[in-house]
């Protein structure tokens, strides 16, 4: 009997200098009016989060060394789309996705308002339950003096069943 696996994935990133006109992408969602997260892809940490809880409960790794900066394929990437291939490197390893859930850390964006929608947008990329929650940080810490954002996720596995032959 395989027992399921869990992991535990966290991604931070600095918000873009003002004015730069880097979009604001969380949770596969755009954030029109926001300043864009700094990054080598769309700097979606809650994706990212998830990504990295994924890749940690199938032993695969890290999001570093799935998704490399020195990577150029991923340059400017999205998160849906680095969900996606991670939701295909995990299943390719055998395994099933269970549920991710995933806190996202800080003042800004609010989540509140467009939480199912993200939800969904993340759980279509995945094709996988996802949950999602928000919190600040009281004003503690680079979150909490809206220097960036910060996410953690946990994800649940299961080995696939194999297929008769």
Known sequence: MQLPRTGIGTDVHAFAPAGSGRPMRLACLDWPGEVGLAGHSDADVAAHAACDAL????????????????????AGASGAAMLTETARRVRADGWEIANVAVQVIGERPRIGRRRAE???????ALDAPVSLSATTTDG??????????????????????????
């Not at 993200?118 to 279509?124: F, I, P, Q």
């Not at 003096?145 to 194999?162: D, H, K, M, N, Y």
């Open 55 to 74: 890749f940690s409960a199938a032993g695969l790794g890290d999001l570093g060394s799935q998704f490399g900066t020195s990577d150029p394929e991923w």
């Open 118 to 124: 993200a939800e969904s947008a993340m759980a279509d």
């Open 140 to 165: 503690l810490g680079f979150t909490g003096r809206g220097e960036g954002v910060a996410a953690v996720a946990s994800a649940l596995l299961v080995r696939a069943p194999l297929e008769a032959a």
